[in-house]
C-alpha cells in the first residue's frame, strides 16, 4: 500500500528541547515537502526536497532544518523548539516537483511546545 | 507572494443541495489547481484537479475554471452529511525547475445538515 508514514502522531514538549519528526514513503517519490497548518492560515510549506541531498526553503522555514540522505526519508528537525511552532504539520511526496495530482500526505504530527 | 484565497464560512447547505466553493489566486501564470478535503483531524485528500478552462465533472463533484478571472471553483452536487469538511484550493505555479510550489487556501468549512 502506498503511504507516507510520520512518527511521532503527537508531541508535547517544552521550549528548547530538540525533537526531529520522521517521514517515510514507500513509493520511491523524488519530490518531498514539510508543512505546517495553523488555524486561518491553511498549508503552509516549511522545506521541500528535490531528492537525496537536495533541498531548499519554503514559505516558513525559520526555526525548522530538514534532511535527505535516503529517498524514502525526509525527517524534521527543530533544534531549539519554540511556542509558536505549535501546529499541526504534515509531511508529503509526490512523483513531480511541487506535488499535484501525484501527491500523498502523511497523516500528521500534531505539536505543542509549552 | 503568491495568494490563494478562499472564503472561510462556514458553509451551510442542506442534504441533497448543491454546495458552491469558490477560490481565487493571484499569480496569473498558475498553471494547475486542487481540491482537496480535509476531515477534522486527517490529512488533506486530493478530491479534484483542473489544469484548463471550463469544467471537469467527476461523479457528484465538478471544478470550474477561469484563468482571465482567476477563479476557480468546486460544486458538490446532491451534498450528503459526509461530504462536511473543510476543502481547500491549492494552486501549483508554472515553474518547470525545481522551484514549482503548491500554494494553498486557507480552507472553507462546509456543512451538510441532514
Known amino acids: 500500500e502506498a503511504q507516507v508514514t510520520q512518527n511521532p502522531r503527537y508531541l508535547i514538549t517544552v521550549t528548547g528541547k530538540k525533537l526531529t519528526v520522521t517521514c517515510s514513503q514507500n513509493?520511491?517519490?523524488?519530490?518531498m515537502s514539510w508543512y505546517r497548518q495553523d488555524p486561518g492560515l491553511g498549508l503552509r510549506q516549511i522545506y521541500y526536497?528535490?531528492?537525496?541531498?537536495?533541498?531548499d526553503k519554503g514559505d516558513v522555514p525559520e526555526g525548522y532544518k530538514v534532511s535527505r540522505k535516503e529517498k524514502r526519508n525526509f525527517p524534521l528537525i527543530l533544534e531549539s523548539p519554540s511556542p509558536n511552532q505549535t501546529s499541526l504539520y504534515f509531511c508529503a511526496s509526490s512523483l513531480i516537483p511541487g506535488g499535484g495530482e501525484t501527491q500523498y500526505f502523511g497523516p500528521g504530527t500534531r505539536l505543542l511546545v509549552l | 507572494q503568491k495568494e490563494v484565497e478562499q472564503n472561510s464560512g462556514p458553509l451551510s447547505v442542506p442534504e441533497g443541495a448543491i454546495a458552491s466553493l469558490n477560490c481565487t489566486y493571484s499569480?496569473?501564470?498558475?498553471?494547475?489547481f486542487f481540491w482537496y478535503r480535509q476531515y477534522s483531524g486527517k490529512s488533506p485528500e486530493l478530491i479534484m484537479f483542473?489544469?484548463?478552462?471550463g469544467d471537469k465533472e467527476d461523479g457528484r463533484f465538478t471544478a470550474q475554471l477561469n484563468k482571465a478571472s482567476q477563479y476557480v471553483s468546486l460544486l458538490i452536487r446532491d451534498s450528503q452529511p459526509s461530504d462536511s469538511a473543510t476543502y481547500l484550493c491549492?494552486?501549483?505555479?508554472?515553474?518547470?525547475?525545481?522551484?514549482?510550489?503548491?500554494?494553498f487556501g486557507s480552507g472553507t468549512q462546509l456543512t451538510v445538515l441532514p
Open positions: 491549492a494552486v501549483l505555479d508554472d515553474d518547470s525547475g525545481s522551484a514549482r510550489q503548491l500554494t
Open positions: 483542473i489544469y484548463s478552462n
Open positions: 499569480d496569473r501564470g498558475s498553471q494547475s
Open positions: 526536497s528535490m531528492n537525496v541531498e537536495v533541498t
Open positions: 513509493m520511491n517519490h523524488e519530490y
